[in-house]
């Protein structure tokens, strides 16, 4: 598991992430949601539940799924690429250098999802 790179990523695709927070002997959890308390569990995308998360996310707006696998072929050989989906926790970290290079752009999308 990698939670800094994790929460980037559910955090880039709106869900919230939760962290606990020590303060002397009192530990509490605050999720970015705004919600002390909230049901949902932080997602491990090192695990093949974590996988196919981030890759029904990645499907959403074909658009982002398109410009990753071209950037992908750009930057890897089609070995590379296998190696990719054969491993959640390198799937990942290709999503995470990814996510950074769209912008505002997947963020709009987002933004429009949730309207509507």
């Known amino acids: 598991m990698n ?3 994790d929460k980037f990523i559910v ?4 869900e ?5 927070k020590i303060k002397g002997e009192l530990q509490s959890f605050a999720c970015t949601c705004g919600f002390r ?24 707006d074909e658009s982002v799924w398109y410009k990753f ?13 296998y190696k990719l989906i054969d491993n959640p926790s390198r799937f990942a970290d ?4 990814f996510l950074p290079t769209i912008g505002k752009s997947y963020e709009e999308f987002l933004k429009g999802k949730e309207k509507g």
């Open 69 to 81: 696998w071209l950037r992908m072929s750009d930057s890897v050989m089609d070995e590379a690429i």
């Open 94 to 97: 290709a999503i995470s250098k």
């Open 3 to 5: 939670p800094t790179r």
């Open 11 to 14: 955090e880039k695709f709106g």
């Open 16 to 20: 919230c992430w939760h962290e606990a």
């Open 37 to 60: 308390h909230c049901d949902k569990k932080n997602i491990n995308l090192s695990t093949s539940d974590g996988f196919f998360w981030l890759w029904g996310k990645m499907r959403e």
